[in-house]
């Protein structure tokens, strides 16, 4: 026998059994992965298939759990996974909204009729008579008509805000707020918890050092953790005695305010009187008892005597609200029979705007979009490029404006139907913020507003369909990019 030779073969079998051993461990966890993998590729495949609204988007989403293992699944959940719809609903459960008005449905016919339809069915408010709604252009004449309202308030002071900024205009107001609060008037004031971040001092603090009882709409913090630039409240709104409101685009601050020919911004407000306010101050309830809980007891409105205008309210929101907005828009402008002008400071479309707009053009109607030649967000302003060029191709009419920055939004149809208030058409608007917009059925407000829009559209610059290949690559690449991103914009 070879020396070594027994420890030798005794060796053998262990070493076997450790190879089958490793072998089999390999195995077993190749195995487990697999298993993983298949479970979570089978979970987020179901998942986007039953709440996918968009089958091709759908379809990439499953090719993407499956192809890519484990990772393309948690990129699912990172992005694929619609939460802020999910997290307003959460965050809002029980906060319905009341029956606002007194329930009176003012009569209409013909193409008022059709529209009526639809906003009955998608907002399930009355459409309200005898109001009356005035214009008012800039800062200039919004803030004093504002002002002057809070000053001579007796019961009531109910204010929402974007931003609000702590300069010399926005003093005044907490000023007029506080000596309000000091005379015992009941002021309540919203301010979203993210848009208060371009003031400094914070408005907040210093409303409630003046006496006024104000209040964040979900205000970022690390614990608990709430850190969304989703979920803002986007709304501006001011009633006063539940008698006179204020709604449009404007927030409160001096970049609203400025000289003839040297202003930073050019905007449009609305004063309101009438039945209309009740749905007005509804929604500004169901916020403030959102952000404070906070009830408000209802307000009783008087309609105006000889108000000329039908009007109701539209609130949209990531909650039970979404796409409200978008549907009484997309109905607004497929019975347009003869005009649809639109002034929005962003214009992102989703698929079903663009091919209501395309389809109108197509019909004969006169399709008209004014956007600034340059906005404060030249991201935007780049996406909206791209998003245009269909449109022009189908016939409808794009005019940029120069400076300054028109940050006004107006939808007006066929001279006798408009839509006012806080929303932009773009993505964070109609699907991440919340939002409030007025109909108007009143031809003569409506005229006026189709004339304003007509004015700016003359002093425009046309834009063109660009032939292919005529305009400068890295511009087009540019655009590109920046539309490929715009559902994040």
Known sequence: MRPGGTGETATQPGLQMAGVNLHGL???RAALLFGLYVACASVAAIHALLTKPDPRGTFIWILLCWLFPLAGPALYVLFGVN?????ARQLRAGLTARPAGDGSVA?????????????DAVTHRPLLADNSVRLLENGERAFPAMLAAIRQARRSVWMTSYIFDTDAIGRQFIDALGQASARGVQVRVLIDGVGEWYSWPHPVRLLRRAGVRAARFLPPRLLPPMLALNLRNHRKLLLVDGEQGFVGGMNIGGREVGKPNHRRMADLHFELHGAVIAQLAEAFGVDWSFATGESLAPIACRPVPGGQSLCRVITEGPDEDLDKLLFVIVGAISIAHRQVLIMTPYFIPPPELTAALQAAALRGVEVCLVLPERSNLRYVDWASRRWVQPLLQRGVQVYLQPPPFSHSKLLVIDGSYAQIGSANLDPRSLRLNFEIAVEIYDSAVCGELASYVLGARAHATTLAPEPTGR?????RLRDSLFWLLSPYL
């Open 26 to 28: 390999m195995g077993h």
């Open 83 to 87: 939460r802020v719809r999910t997290r």
């Open 107 to 119: 009569s209409t016919d013909g193409f008022a009729a059709q529209l009526r339809r639809i906003g």
């Open 471 to 475: 305009r400068h690559m890295g511009r």
